[in-house]
């Protein structure tokens, strides 16, 4: 399996965008694993809302490939605990799954087609983070998620 990173537009805070590397590179010791950014959309005062979930809903649509298993990062999804995350992520390893796909959405969400694709839904927290962090969020969390079903030391309960 390999899991995908899809991402709207380049991180562009610097220490989050080490970090984020630092856990890919990490990452890639214990399974293929990709950040995917598509390109920003941008707003303009005339736009609104809507009409940007639904231009980078359709970027994300047309990135996806028939038989990816889709989880959005959802303020509305399930919470997990990091083993919950690493069980989670194994069962889908274990499955026969050849991409699973984790997308972070632009700054108002997810357009309603992007919802309609969604195989599962994650939340990190109750909290609001910038997309930028939970970019590292995320990554930490996959990283953290191979340590665990590894018995590695990394992780402490």
Do not use: C
Request: proline letters at 4%.
């Amino acid at each position: 399996m390999k899991i995908i990173l899809l991402v709207t537009g380049e991180t562009k805070t610097s220490y989050l965008r080490q970090g984020i590397d630092q856990y890919f590179s990490r990452l890639k010791h214990y399974i293929p694993s990709e950040l995917q950014v598509l390109p920003d959309i941008k707003a303009s005062k005339a736009m609104t809302e809507t009409r940007q979930k639904e231009l980078e809903g359709q970027q994300m649509l047309q990135s996806l490939q028939p038989g990816d298993y889709v989880a959005l990062l959802d303020e509305r999804g399930k919470e997990m605990t990091s083993r919950e995350f690493s069980a989670w992520v194994d069962s889908r390893m274990v499955s026969g799954l050849k991409r699973l796909v984790m997308v972070i959405g632009g700054p108002y969400g997810f357009s309603p087609e992007v919802y309609a694709r969604a195989d599962a839904r994650l939340s990190l927290s109750r909290m609001t983070f910038s997309h930028e962090m939970v970019r590292l969020f995320v990554a930490e969390q996959l990283y953290r998620a191979m340590t665990i079903l590894r018995n590695e030391p990394y992780h402490h309960d």
